[in-house]
């Protein structure tokens, strides 16, 4: 099993830059596919980025481009830097684990951290 646990949301304005950082446990985290998800209040939750064990990585159109994924296997952490934000970007971001193969659905992902609030200003 593993233990995610969210950090580094915060309010920002438009056009600013957050990045927010997940901590894993488990002895195993470099099996894991790891990704983030957001939830809007009132929309589902949908998929940001994903990244494997051997850093590739996938992300949605919607911050293609303006948001990096990446993780440290050694610290058990995962990051995502996010820049050039927009107040569509406002929401609850998640962080999210599996060992199976890296997916953009939720119900692909076994275990969840509790989230932090993003939230970007106009």
């Known amino acids: 099993q593993v233990q995610l646990v969210e950090s580094g949301g915060g309010l920002v304005q438009a056009g600013g830059s957050l990045r927010l950082s997940c901590a894993a446990s488990g002895r195993t985290f470099s099996r894991y596919s790891m990704a983030w998800f957001r939830q809007a209040p009132g929309k589902e939750r949908e998929f940001v980025a994903a990244i494997i064990w051997s850093g590739g990585s996938a992300y949605a159109d919607s911050v293609k481009g303006r948001f990096t994924i990446s993780r440290d296997n050694a610290k058990k952490m995962v990051y995502l830097q996010m820049n050039s934000l927009k107040p569509e970007d406002t929401a609850v971001y998640y962080c999210?684990?599996?060992?199976?193969?890296?997916?953009?659905?939720?119900?692909?992902?076994?275990?969840w951290g509790q989230g932090t609030q993003v939230t970007v200003s106009s």
């Open positions: 999210a684990a599996t060992m199976r193969v890296a997916g953009r659905e939720a119900r692909e992902y076994d275990y």
